[in-house]
């Protein structure tokens, strides 16, 4: 049996706060805010983890409304999901995801990215795609408002 998610994440950026994706602390002059750290790409990746396993959303397993989430790591709330995820003998096939952002130029970051999340889902490097791109000056992502990531990923059962 084969499961596949879909997930997305959006985040205003605002000036004073880290810039982290895919766990990787990026240098900008600001950074995605949101009541944990804010990480689109995790949390994009947690979504289709969750989609695929009919689990809901990250909101819905990491209340907003409560404080052990607050300035949360997101890479701790991905291997927590992927616990949940192996309990119910499912085993992670890929993981494809693309972050939506006008800059900061993120390609030097991405293998970094990915060994985070590989590590993270206990899986091959090769099992893990992360790709950047921008919006072309359109929306608010365009305008440098904010970011977002989607992703999809691959579930098998294990047995």
Wanted: hydrophobic share 40%.
């Amino acid at each position: 049996m084969i499961r596949i998610g879909y997930g997305y994440d959006v985040h205003r950026l605002e000036t004073g706060r880290k810039l982290l994706l895919g766990g990787v602390e990026v240098p900008f002059d600001r950074g995605l805010i949101g009541h944990s750290d804010a990480d689109v790409l995790i949390h994009a990746i947690i979504d289709s983890l969750l989609g695929a396993m009919a689990k809901g959303d990250i909101g819905h397993l990491f209340p907003d409304t409560d404080r052990v989430y607050k300035n949360a790591d997101s890479r701790n709330l991905l291997r927590e999901t992927i616990q949940l995820i192996r309990k119910e003998e499912f085993l992670v096939g890929n993981i494809d995801a693309t972050i939506v952002a006008q800059r900061p130029t993120l390609q030097p970051y991405i293998r970094s990215m990915r060994e985070n999340i590989s590590e993270d889902l206990g899986i091959e490097l090769n099992l893990v795609s992360v790709k950047a791109t921008t919006s072309e000056n359109i929306g608010m992502i365009g305008r440098e408002e904010g970011m977002c990531a989607m992703a999809v990923s691959l579930l098998i059962r294990a047995r």
